[in-house]
């Protein structure tokens, strides 16, 4: 069975950057939406950007202009590079396949997506 893996998590200062990557073990990643999504200490799992497989994307505004989310076809896969980061930026993030075919669109909500990773480690501290 499929999974997906991620990985590029760390410690980091704030005002660096990381780049994750999110890899399946089987299967192609090009015709399907993919998320990123994160969860902090004691909070709730949120959105943090996608990439629609007809290309559109999408970023909350919290990330906005210092993440970007790309594909890596060559590799088969979608990698989320995260620059400026700051500590509220910490967490395990998670990247998820959507269920069906994607399109133009994707949506940062959970219900699109039935395959997720285990989570990469992400800390942004001094």
């Known amino acids: 069975q499929s999974q997906l893996v991620e990985s590029g998590g760390g410690l980091v200062q704030p005002g660096g950057s990381l780049t994750l990557s999110c890899t399946p073990s089987?299967?192609?990643?090009?015709?399907?939406?993919v998320g990123w999504f994160r969860q902090a200490p004691g909070a709730e799992r949120e959105g943090v950007a996608c990439?629609?497989?007809?290309?559109?994307?999408f970023y909350v505004d919290s990330v906005k202009g210092r993440f970007t989310i790309s594909r890596a076809y060559a590799k088969n896969a979608v990698l989320l590079q995260m620059n400026n980061l700051k500590p509220e930026d910490t967490g395990v993030y998670y990247c998820a396949k959507s269920k069906h075919v994607g399109g133009r669109y994707c949506a940062v909500v959970p219900g699109p997506y039935d395959m997720w990773g285990q989570g990469t480690q992400v800390t942004v501290s001094t």
């Open positions: 990439t629609a497989s007809a290309g559109g994307e």
């Open positions: 089987r299967d192609t990643l090009d015709y399907y939406d």
